[in-house]
């Protein structure tokens, strides 16, 4: 490991670097947060002013009280990240812990399966989820965009991970005191899995609250949208309103942040827990 007090010139480096790229990261999302509160007319007209010359907020009274379908997307948007991390939280870290932990006929074969999956790209499932769902009669509607996605590979092994290092002591003494294998899973194991519980929190919220690919394909009834999508429809075909776009692209951004934020304490602890053996 480097060490940087012995080397003062790369720690500048590094600090004017990690500024840098700092600055590139946030420029654009200050940017939009200006154009939120800009007229059409100055947003188009090329200028890059950091500041808007017309402070408006009609682009917020628009999106709040003109747009009739603004507050349904906002509602289907929450059911349905709730309900995916919901349900990527339990069933992935009984998976986890499953394979971690038990033994069972075929637990190798569902590990490198799990491992396999990883390497496959979600748009290749994409023709054969919107086949089943259309099959089943779950076409436009929550549990065709719930249920495809409440289970998640990669966290599936990430949790495997954490539970391989957790400490068997614990599950031990549990078992002496007359706890089965899932009060030992729902007492002991779930409250001491927090770091790793809320790091697959962030991401899985995160990734389904900024979904565009599945619903563009299974949805296709305006008030079934979810946010990403019926921001989409402030795009035309001659004219696009990116005044209304960069308004409800801040209102968007707001609980990811939130959530990240909350849990941001968890993160390092999380990588600690699951970066271990195998």
């Not at 002591?169 to 706890?179: M, P, R, S, Y």
């Not at 959530?259 to 968890?266: G, P, W």
């Amino acid at each position: 490991m480097i060490n940087f007090s012995r080397l003062p010139w790369l720690k500048v480096l590094l600090y004017v670097l990690l500024t840098i790229y700092g600055l590139i990261t946030i420029v654009p999302f200050l940017w939009a947060l200006s154009a939120s509160f800009k007229p059409l007319s100055e947003i188009v007209s090329g200028e890059p002013n950091l500041l808007p010359k017309n402070f408006t907020l009609d682009n917020y009274r628009q999106i709040f009280l003109q747009e009739p379908l603004f507050w349904r997307w906002l509602f289907n948007s929450v059911v349905i990240a709730i309900s995916v991390t919901l349900l990527n939280l339990i069933l992935n870290s009984m998976a986890g812990y499953a394979l971690a932990r038990l033994n069972f006929v075929g637990k190798r074969f569902w590990f490198f399966l799990i491992l396999a999956v990883l390497a496959v790209p979600a748009q290749i499932t994409l023709i054969p989820t919107f086949l089943i769902l259309k099959a089943i009669g779950w076409l436009n509607s929550y549990q065709g965009m719930i249920v495809p996605s409440m289970i998640n590979a990669t966290f599936i092994f990430m949790m495997r991970q954490f539970f391989v290092n957790f400490p068997r002591e614990l599950e031990e003494a549990a078992q002496l005191d007359g706890l089965n294998t899932f009060g030992i899973f729902r007492h002991i194991v779930l409250p001491l899995a927090k770091p790793a519980l809320a790091a697959q929190a962030v991401f899985v919220f995160m990734g389904s609250w900024n979904n565009f690919l599945l619903p563009v394909v299974i949805l296709f009834d305006p008030e079934m949208f979810t946010l990403p999508l019926g921001l989409n429809t402030f795009k035309g075909q001659y004219i696009s309103y990116w005044n209304y776009i960069m308004a409800a692209s801040m209102i968007f951004t707001l609980p990811a942040l939130g959530i990240y934020a909350f849990f941001n304490r968890y993160f390092i602890q999380s990588a600690t827990f699951t970066g271990g053996k195998g």
